[in-house]
């Protein structure tokens, strides 16, 4: 057991504050990877430690049974493993089937395991007709609707003004579906997990007895990662709590990316107006990543209007991250894995690195990659490309296909092959429901559409590259796509991580590559309010900032080889990264670019002397070495003097301030207003905010 002292001198003076605060409301405001873990368990055990916890009647409660479990683990390494660590569902569970019996009588409801057989039972009844997909996405939309307190009769004025959607049902349809869904619940005598804290707010309300015994049991409560707190969480905690104010909470506004599941960052913003004279704490020192991935992970909100803290890296200096354009996919996959390879063979283990994407469907060109450079991965959250129900049934179909063709060759029937390769596959696709327009709605649907389209893609780019020895046939296709799925699919016991990054939340490696990065994947295009944008910024933070040490990010100009390049890189990279192929004149909005001259592909040759150019920063420039620079140099050394001291000032470095390509715009287009200072790439509003004024008079 650790004394008082010892467990306050190994927090550093943040941490401190939050574990010495032991009485009345707190907010800890916890950046990524700040520690607030370690604060918040110092915190619980230090006031057992000092006598003014009984750890009997702590309750901490968090989101994933896995945070609960290291909760407990810590504080029983220090003295305080009788306190209670669970999650809200397991805490109200646990009271649900104590109190139900002597409120109700008899035992609670029985648990379903899934929504899904009882809202097949509920679409039935309703005449509706449900694919797996749609059953999904209705359990998701049933899911967001209890925990923000919306009822059947509600949901369907209600589902416009909030943004719900749910491809292939309107609000009406699901709607009704919801309201059977709840019958049929009732009539077999079971419950949800929404259901769980729905009937503890109600036992804790309906009953005073119930309400006066559990807030005598628990009389402190801590609650982590409190930005993803939903309506019925915060008024069962509310219930737990009775009007008094011994609380903590915990949480980061910059890791807000479950708002569609329902949760509402306001209780953590506005948490000091709640509970007036509430201590705040600000969590900012960085444990996890180099200086130069934290800057990044800076860089990418200050883009945006999200207010969280500013993050300062404890570590060592690292390497430099690394911004790559790929001309397609297949290029982008295939740099990754080069990559890879060479960290491994530097000595970074397979298991400490991690590809993540926005969506699952972009696995698979990974997968291929990392299969064919002989390098194990694993796929976290969701099936291999290949396992995936709606793969595996379309490889089925396309299989079939092609077995009745020959079937038929060798019954001497001509049968009509049914045109080129592509027209098969679409037509195969299409009797699945896939269609050339992509679904509006988000979840399980577009899930399913993104996964067929790759599907498509894939036979586009195998009839482009067809031979005389490989045939753009059906049969060919499908014994392509056989042996990906056995190649694939081997078995390993450890390797590169493959994953989305909302699926990535709360996990860390030392290397982390960011693929897909183009605008319409991130921001994904369904993103289409200003809320929906800056929670895709916020989801790229919380991508960036699962690297320790080596960050890699990357986007391709086309889906296929040979596609036309007309993708651009993510607007959130928009003066983190370096001049690109893609930078387009003054108010394109692309960052890290030069002035409006530079066109929009590489140049391949010196726009001065008109000579071939021989690297790729010569190419990303447009000049060549040897020829004299096309803008103010006296100008742009003071420039830098001044980004420098900027740096300094900020403890950043300095290409977060401005890249040497902005800079060098500067010199050569010599801005004299604020609207031409925001035609050069790299200067984006918030930078224009912040530095107009210096730089128009260092420029005058």
């Known amino acids: 057991m650790s004394s008082s002292q010892d467990l306050l001198d190994a927090l550093d003076p943040e941490q401190r504050a939050v574990a010495s605060t032991l009485r009345g409301p707190v907010r800890v405001l916890a950046g990524a990877g700040t520690g607030k873990t370690r604060a918040i368990t110092h915190r619980i055990a230090y006031g057992v430690a000092t006598g003014v916890y009984n750890p009997t009647e702590v309750l901490a409660v968090t989101f994933t049974t896995r945070a609960a479990g290291e909760m407990r683990t810590r504080l029983r390494t220090m003295g305080a493993g009788l306190t209670q660590a669970r999650t ?13 019996p002597k409120v ?86 079971r419950m949800d997990m929404e259901d769980v804290l729905l009937c503890a707010a109600a036992l804790l309300s309906d009953d005073e ?59 953590l913003s506005d948490f000091t107006t709640k509970f007036s004279g509430a201590t705040s704490v600000e969590l900012v020192r960085n444990y996890r990543s180099t200086p130069q991935v934290i800057a990044a992970a800076n860089g990418v909100l200050a883009g945006g209007t999200t207010r969280s803290v500013t993050l300062r890296s404890q570590s060592p200096t690292g390497p430099e991250v690394i911004w790559h354009e790929a001309t397609d996919e297949v290029a982008e996959a295939e740099a990754v894995a080069a990559r890879v390879a060479e960290l491994r063979d530097a000595g970074v283990p397979l298991r400490e690195m991690a590809v993540l994407f926005r969506i699952n469907a972009q696995s698979e060109a990974f997968e291929e990659a990392l299969t064919a450079h002989g390098l194990a991965y694993v796929v976290r959250g969701a099936a291999r490309f290949f396992e995936r129900q709606e793969v595996r049934q379309a490889v089925a179909l396309l299989r079939g296909d092609v077995r009745a063709a020959e079937r038929a060759s060798e019954a001497g029937e001509l049968l009509d092959p049914g ?65 990906r799925a056995h190649e694939q699919h081997a078995p390993v016991a450890e390797g ?54 080596h960050l890699w990010v990357s986007w391709s100009l086309a889906r296929n080889p040979g596609g036309q390049a007309r993708r651009k890189p993510s607007r959130f990279l928009d003066g983190l990264r370096p001049a690109s192929a893609t930078d387009r004149s003054s108010g394109s909005g692309s960052g890290g670019g030069r002035a409006s001259r530079r066109t929009s592909k590489k140049a391949a040759t010196c726009q001065q002397c008109q000579r071939p150019l021989a690297s790729s920063r010569e190419r990303n420039r447009g000049y060549c070495a040897d020829c004299p620079v096309p803008y103010d140099e006296e100008l742009f050394e003071t420039l830098r003097t001044w980004r420098k001291e900027q740096a300094e000032s900020q403890s ?15 010199a050569e287009v010599k801005p004299t207003t604020r609207a031409a200072l925001q035609g050069i790439n790299g200067i984006g509003k918030a930078k224009l905010d912040k530095y107009a004024e210096e730089l128009l008079a260092l420029l005058a």
């Open 496 to 549: 590169v991580t493959l994953a989305t990054i909302h699926a990535a939340k709360g996990l860390e490696w030392d290397a982390v590559f960011l693929v897909g990065m183009q605008d319409g994947s991130m921001p994904i295009v369904h993103a289409d309010t200003p809320a929906g944008v800056e929670e895709e910024r916020r989801l790229l933070y919380v991508g960036v900032t699962r690297a320790r040490k």
């Open 209 to 267: 007895r119930v309400a006066a015994e559990v807030r005598r049991q628990y009389k402190w409560f801590v609650v982590d990662e409190f930005q993803d707190v939903s309506p019925i969480q915060s008024a069962l905690l509310d219930l737990w709590l009775g009007g008094r104010d011994e609380i903590c909470v915990v949480g980061d506004p910059a890791q807000t990316i479950y708002s569609f599941a329902g949760a509402q960052p306001a209780f």
């Open 652 to 666: 950043v470095p300095a290409f977060v301030v401005f890249s040497d390509a902005t800079l060098e715009a500067l």
């Open 104 to 189: 109700y009588g008899g035992e609670p409801p029985q648990l379903i395991d899934s929504k899904i057989p009882v809202l097949a039972l509920a679409a039935r009844r309703n005449r509706v007709e449900v694919t797996q997909a749609l059953l999904r996405d209705l359990a998701s939309e049933v899911e967001w609707a209890k925990v923000s307190n919306v009822r059947p009769d509600d949901y369907e004025r209600i589902a416009a003004p909030r943004g719900r959607e749910v491809g292939g049902a309107d609000a009406a349809t699901v709607a009704r579906v919801f309201a059977s869904y709840e019958e049929v619940k009732r009539d077999q005598g």
């Open 88 to 100: 809200f569902h397991s805490a109200a569970l646990r009271q649900v089937r104590w109190f139900w």
């Open 419 to 483: 045109g080129d390769l592509l027209e098969q596959v679409r037509g195969v696709l299409g009797g699945m429901g896939w269609s050339t327009q992509a679904p509006a709605a988000r979840g399980q649907a577009r899930d399913r559409w993104e996964s067929l389209q790759a599907l498509v893609s894939q036979a586009e780019d195998f009839a482009a590259t067809a031979t005389a020895e490989r045939p753009a046939t059906l049969a060919a296709f499908v014994a392509e796509l056989d042996r």
